[in-house]
């Protein structure tokens, strides 16, 4: 009897003839996905954070450390104030990289964005509370003590809610391309009169600017050369830590690199916004000295800027160039594989 459209026999679904081999069911892309989850379920994290955090306050100590040393052997407040100004901008780059370093060390582990950022919040302010506590301590009672404590306090609670970011490996790398950067520029400066003698400075003030002008742009270059590589490799050494302990990577787009590389540079800039905002008087009152410290304050400013365009721009080049480098013959080998 043939099966009529509306007989029961026809809504009966399909059953598999005896010893037919059932076919297993295709695992949707969701549950790939899943599976290919590092092991644990544990959310990716940037390693190294209590060492970059340690090594991060260490220098912002040395930094203050340094500063307090050149102003109390000033022998005139006038000095001081010069020397204050001229030493502002280094601690407030520390500032923000252990803010932004401790901040990521007390973070490392939490999943949700919103405690996260919080959590970062808080610890760049205990940061900046006991840089704040210390200058005023070890500090001389003048002018300049509020100011450099105000800046630094400032400095460092914006440093740690740049670790309340998603990706905290990229803050770790920036943070690390940062310090190294910066541990440079001071090595640096034992270099500079060798160079300057090297590129033709001479008894004439023309051949000293011109001398000083292409130290600078080496220093900057160079410091942006190293801010990139040491961005790249934290990332890369990211990478290869999940594999060794779970198999399976967690993905690294290359925005993070170019973030990451381009990060000592941010931070430079942002120096100078918070220098700007918040130590203008100070910049201001070395200025006033005299029309030499006029003109000085202004060159610097503009010396700063330039060097910090020059680390970023270098910086970012040089962490997607490492990054492209890796992914030459991964991309052709998947172009191979779909042209068969």
Known sequence: MSKQPGSSTAAEPDQPAAGQAVEAPVESPAEETVEAAPAGGRLPYAPGALVLAVLSVGWLAAMLWSTRAAITSAAAGVTAISLSAYALPGVITAALAAGAAVALAATNRLGRATLRFLAAVGAGLLVGLAAAVAVNLTYADNATTNTIAGTTAAAAIIGGAMAGARNARAVGALAAATLAAQIFVVLFSRARDPLSDLFGAGETQQSMLDAAKWVSRTESLLAGLIAGLVAYLYLAWARRRDERRDGVAAEVRWPAYLVA????????????????????????????????????????????????????????????????????????????????
Do not use: H, K, M, Y
């Open 261 to 340: 590389g381009a990060g000592a540079g941010l931070l430079l800039l942002l120096t100078e916004v918070i220098i700007r905002v918040g130590g203008r008087g100070l910049l201001d009152l070395a200025a006033a000295l005299s029309e030499a410290d006029q003109v000085a304050q202004t060159a610097l400013g503009t010396s700063r800027v330039d060097n910090a365009i020059w680390v970023l721009f270098v910086g970012a080049l040089t962490a997607l160039i490492l990054f492209g480098r890796t992914l030459g013959p991964r991309a052709a080998d998947d172009e191979d594989e779909s042209d068969s």
